[in-house]
Structure formats: structure tokens, C-alpha cells
């Protein structure tokens, strides 16, 4: 997939998936979905386009949120929303997007950073995570194939959302104890 065409969103919006979305209830840890790696989805189908705009409803209701992957809201899946706009630490946006059986392709510049999740409200940890990153995956409706190529926060966000679809949270990628903090601010 690494054709030049597939190069970016395209200016994919989430009007594309012509659905309204529906907020739903975020689930917490220690919810078995959390915990379970999702299978592959077929990006076209109805029940993924639904899921999809409600994954952006229900993010953007969310104060603070800047992804919400599809194990969050009760689905395994491999379906995640992610919108780094705005947000003091983003360098590299492209606003909101939804990508289904996304994977890390490249992955460089490791460096150590704090992380919150809204499936995990108590608890932040300090996770090493790859500061450039590439990333191929499929949009929701047309089912058409993308390569992002993004850094810093929006590269965090990716990563931390892709660990979901995986069956993975933020603390399983924490160095030890040491590295895990209570929440100080509840946004």
C-alpha cells in the first residue's frame, strides 16, 4: 500500500458516513472487550459506518478526548476515531478521522510520555512510544486504503488507539509501578 495515491485521508470528513452517530457508554477496565484483541472488520458494511460516527459522537462529547477506539464503547473491533485538534502538544493534525484494521508500518523517535485513557479514569502512566510514526489502514464507508504519516501527540494518539483495537490499555505498556500516577485532573 505504499502507492503515493494512498498517501493521506484525502479529505475524508465524517460526513462521508452519512449516518448520524449515537453517543454510547464508555466501558472501563476491568471490562473483559478491553482486554481482547478485535478481528479485522470490513470497513464498508453498515455496522462498521455506524459504529464509526458513534465512535465520533461519543468522542466528541468527551471533554479531553482525542481518540476513542471501537473495544471502548463495548466492540472488539479494529475500529478507532481520533481528532488531535486543537490539543497544546499536537504538531503534525489531520483532524478527525476513522480507521479500521489499522497497522504500524514505521515507527521511530521512541521517547517516554504521560497517558490517560478514559476506559482507565484513576489512572495515568508514563508510556515509551515511537515519536514518527506510518500507519496504513482502511476508511470507513468506502473502505479505501490510507498511509498516515504523522508525529509527536497526533503519533501518541495512534499508537495508544491501535493498542486498543489489540486488546491492549495504556498500563500494559507502562515500564512498572513506578510509572503509574494517580489522575490529579478529572477533565
Same mark, same amino acid.
Do not use: M, Y
Given at each position: 500500500m505504499s502507492d503515493p495515491e494512498y498517501v493521506g485521508l484525502g479529505g475524508w470528513t465524517p460526513a462521508e458516513l452519512a449516518v448520524p452517530g449515537e453517543v454510547r457508554p464508555v466501558v472501563t477496565a476491568p471490562d473483559g472487550v478491553l482486554s481482547r484483541p478485535g478481528p479485522e472488520v470490513d470497513p464498508t458494511s453498515d455496522e462498521v459506518v455506524r459504529l464509526a460516527a458513534d465512535l465520533v459522537a461519543t468522542m466528541r462529547v468527551s471533554p479531553g478526548c482525542v481518540g476513542l477506539a471501537a473495544p471502548q464503547v463495548g466492540v472488539s473491533?479494529?475500529?478507532?476515531?481520533?481528532?488531535?485538534?486543537?490539543? /497544546?502538544?499536537?504538531?503534525? =493534525?489531520? %483532524?478527525?478521522? =476513522?480507521l479500521c484494521n489499522a497497522r504500524v508500518v514505521e515507527a521511530s523517535r521512541w521517547k517516554a510520555g504521560r497517558e490517560g485513557c478514559m476506559s482507565? /479514569?484513576?489512572?495515568? %502512566?508514563?508510556?515509551?512510544? @515511537?515519536?514518527? *510514526?506510518?500507519? !496504513?489502514? @482502511?476508511? /470507513? &464507508?468506502?473502505?479505501? /486504503? =490510507?498511509?498516515?504519516?504523522?508525529?509527536?501527540? !497526533?503519533?501518541? +494518539?495512534?499508537?495508544?488507539?491501535?493498542?486498543?483495537? +489489540?486488546? *491492549?490499555?495504556? *498500563?500494559?505498556?507502562? +515500564? &512498572?509501578?513506578? +510509572?503509574?500516577y494517580q489522575r490529579k485532573v478529572y477533565l
Open positions: 473491533a479494529q475500529v478507532f476515531a481520533v481528532d488531535v485538534t486543537g490539543h /497544546p502538544k499536537a504538531l503534525t =493534525v489531520h %483532524g478527525v478521522f =476513522v482507565v /479514569p484513576d489512572l495515568t %502512566g508514563d508510556v515509551k512510544r @515511537a515519536g514518527r *510514526l506510518v500507519v !496504513e489502514g @482502511a476508511l /470507513p &464507508g468506502s473502505g479505501r /486504503p =490510507v498511509r498516515l504519516v504523522t508525529d509527536g501527540f !497526533e503519533a501518541r +494518539a495512534l499508537q495508544h488507539e491501535i493498542d486498543h483495537c +489489540a486488546g *491492549l490499555l495504556f *498500563l500494559d505498556r507502562v +515500564a &512498572g509501578a513506578h +510509572a503509574v
